[in-house]
């Protein structure tokens, strides 16, 4: 019998706050921190607008990594490695009680977001755009000897990590994973590929540009940051007399197989994921206490998972949460499944369920319970949260108090 998974740090880096708890808070009190690009010039952009880390991101990436070890990481690299370290601080894991051979890592990624440079030298280029540059350094860092790699699957990448990481500890191959995701793609190039295949908003009153579910959303707003959770076995944490704040189920991991950028009209490969979600977990659909959903603010995710949840849901849909945390962090690419574990599990922790900011004036084809401005307090027993990824990739994941 394949051993229950429980999660027992966290880790949390994003546009809301330097750290689980500050981004917790800052989600519940309704702060948007959408502003104009920083890290780069847009000139003339549509979109020149989103989410990046606080302003003192660069004091906490010097306080935890040497300048040395910093000059061969790119920022995508440096969040991932400091959530990793945050999470394993969170759960206490004294790596020299334990055998590091069965300590893994794995981290969803789109890349380093390492930009090429025309013939502009770099000596720590090689380093800087590894693809596997963040597994390795958080391996190396915390000696972890087990099992380490990166996965990418776009936005849903953190969710694919996860269900790595929940096979590596169910089958016996691990005792403890590292794992989540982070993305950095705050640059010229990328914000102005993503203006080309028409994906962001370009609504020029930017603080509320990210509408998911609203009648005037025009596309997703940009962010940036990582989430990482400490996975392991229930036997070892309880070895380990490890804090649990959760139980993982096995994600579930599927393909569209039908557009590149589009997922399938009425939501189908979406509601197939679900299901097998609830599945995994051996869950009836109204066992489901509130839905995360991937809600990015574009009008089609956003009509097809409304289509795709009442589809798995029935008339029970209507009884469910459904909210997206992305107007308060942004859409942050593969680091977006991640940043969004780590919430579900504190939603599911401090029984509060997330608002959806910025839902005014509700699209009459997406008439669930959006939870709109306002978080709402509710005691939860299992929360959904979905990634749907460009490519076709669906990562849906379920968290479960733990008892």
């Known amino acids: 019998m394949a051993e229950k998974v429980v999660i027992t740090g966290l880790g949390c880096?994003?546009?809301?706050?330097?750290?689980?708890?500050?981004?917790?808070?800052?989600?519940?009190?309704?702060?948007?921190?959408?502003?104009?690009?920083?890290?780069?010039?847009?000139?003339?952009?549509?979109?020149?607008?989103?989410v990046e880390l606080p302003a003192d991101a660069q004091d906490l990436f010097s306080s935890h990594v040497k300048q040395r070890s910093r000059s061969q990481m790119t920022r995508?690299?440096?969040?991932?490695?400091?959530?990793?370290?945050?999470?394993?601080?969170?759960?206490?894991?004294?790596?020299a009680c334990l055998d590091q051979?069965?300590?893994?890592?794995?981290?969803?990624?789109?890349?380093?977001?390492?930009?090429?440079?025309?013939?502009?030298?770099?000596?720590?280029?090689?380093?800087?755009?590894?693809?596997?540059a963040s597994a390795s350094w958080i391996s190396l860092r915390h000696k972890c000897l087990g099992p380490s790699f990166v996965v990418s699957t776009a936005c849903s990448s953190g969710a694919y990590a996860l269900c790595s990481a929940y096979d590596l500890v169910a089958q016996g191959e691990c005792d403890i994973v590292i794992a989540g995701s982070a993305d950095s793609s705050i640059n010229f190039p990328d914000v102005q590929g993503f203006c080309s295949v028409m994906a962001l908003s370009e609504d020029k009153d930017f603080s509320h540009a990210c509408r998911p579910f609203d009648l005037r959303r025009n596309g997703f707003v940009l962010g940036e940051g990582g989430g990482m959770l400490i996975?392991?076995?229930?036997?070892?944490?309880?070895?380990?007399?490890?804090?649990?704040?959760?139980?993982?189920?096995?994600p579930a991991l599927t393909s569209e197989a039908y557009n590149i950028l589009s997922p399938q009209p009425g939501g189908v490969g979406m509601a197939h994921a679900m299901?097998?979600?609830?599945?995994?977990?051996?869950?009836?659909?109204?066992?489901?206490?509130?839905?995360?959903?991937?809600?990015?603010?574009?009008?089609?995710?956003?009509?097809?998972?409304?289509?795709?949840?009442?589809?798995v849901f029935?008339?029970?849909?209507?009884?469910?949460?459904?909210?997206?945390?992305?107007?308060?962090?942004?859409?942050?690419?593969?680091?977006?499944?991640?940043?969004?574990?780590?919430?579900?599990?504190?939603?599911?922790?401090?029984?509060?369920v997330p608002a959806t900011l910025n839902l005014t004036e509700p699209d009459p084809e997406c008439d669930l319970d959006y939870?709109?401005?306002?978080?709402?307090?509710?005691?939860?027993?299992?929360?959904?949260?979905?990634?749907?990824?460009?490519?076709?990739?669906?990562?849906?994941?379920?968290?479960?108090?733990?008892?």
Not at 76 to 95: G, P
Not at 376 to 383: A, D, E, F, L, P
Request: aromatic fraction near 8%; proline fraction near 4%; hydrophobic fraction near 40%.
């Open 13 to 50: 880096l994003c546009g809301l706050g330097l750290d689980v708890s500050s981004s917790w808070e800052a989600l519940v009190a309704g702060i948007n921190p959408v502003k104009r690009f920083s890290l780069f010039d847009p000139l003339d952009l549509p979109n020149f607008f989103g």
């Open 76 to 95: 995508a690299t440096l969040i991932a490695v400091v959530v990793a370290d945050m999470a394993m601080a969170d759960a206490k894991v004294d790596m």
């Open 101 to 132: 051979t069965r300590i893994g890592v794995v981290v969803g990624a789109t890349g380093t977001g390492y930009c090429h440079g025309g013939n502009e030298k770099d000596e720590h280029r090689i380093l800087r755009n590894m693809a596997n």
């Open 231 to 250: 996975v392991e076995s229930e036997a070892f944490a309880a070895k380990r007399n490890a804090k649990v704040y959760a139980r993982l189920h096995r």
């Open 275 to 311: 299901k097998r979600a609830l599945f995994n977990a051996k869950l009836q659909p109204l066992d489901i206490s509130y839905i995360n959903a991937h809600g990015t603010s574009t009008p089609y995710n956003d009509l097809y998972e409304t289509q795709a949840i009442k589809a």
């Open 314 to 352: 029935g008339r029970g849909a209507y009884a469910i949460p459904v909210s997206s945390t992305k107007p308060q962090t942004g859409h942050c690419l593969a680091g977006a499944a991640g940043v969004e574990a780590v919430l579900c599990v504190k939603a599911l922790c401090e029984g509060i």
């Open 371 to 403: 939870v709109p401005q306002k978080c709402r307090r509710n005691t939860m027993k299992h929360i959904m949260s979905n990634s749907f990824a460009f490519g076709g990739h669906n990562g849906v994941c379920i968290f479960s108090t733990y008892e």
